[in-house]
Every structure is written in C-alpha cells, then in structure tokens.
C-alpha cells in the first residue's frame, strides 16, 4: 500500500503547481526517509518524486538543502535496476 501511497505523490509532483505546496508541506523528509524502506517498490516511487520535484530548479535547490542527495545515491546502490 505505501508505494500505491508514493505513487499518487509521485504523479502529484509531476505538475509544477503543485510542486512548492508540495516541499512548503515537508514532503522532502518523508521521501527521504522512504528511500530507506525495506521494499524496493517502495524505494522506486520516492524517487520517482524526487526526481518529479527536481524538475524545476527552484525545487532542486530545495532537495538539495534538505539532504536528499545522499539518501538517493544510496537508493541507487539497490539491486532493483527501476531504483
């Protein structure tokens, strides 16, 4: 159910209106901390909204500030090539 969760959030962060409301509400630290979850799944789709947030340069400089870089290098160590 958690990536069906992250899925949404993930199809959510490929709007660009809904990107600054999206990082103002904390969304970086909970994507940060389910790119350590246990299922791979799960891994995949907080990427995949990472990766949707850092579309837009102002959101990147924000992913940045947050520490999610380092979380997300680690994710891409994961055997699940779709991480």
């Known amino acids: 159910m958690a990536h069906q969760s992250l899925g949404v959030v993930a199809n959510m962060a490929e709007v660009l209106e809904n990107q600054t409301p999206m990082v103002e509400a904390g969304t970086l630290q909970h994507l940060k901390f389910m790119l350590a979850h246990e299922s791979m799944e799960v891994q995949r789709e907080a990427a995949r909204a990472l990766g949707n947030?850092?579309?837009?340069?102002?959101?990147?400089?924000?992913?940045?500030?947050?520490?999610?870089?380092?979380?997300?290098?680690?994710?891409?160590?994961?055997?699940?090539?779709?991480?």
């Open 53 to 83: 947030l850092s579309a837009e340069f102002a959101q990147t400089q924000q992913l940045a500030a947050s520490g999610a870089f380092p979380p997300l290098v680690k994710a891409l160590a994961c055997p699940d090539a779709l991480v």
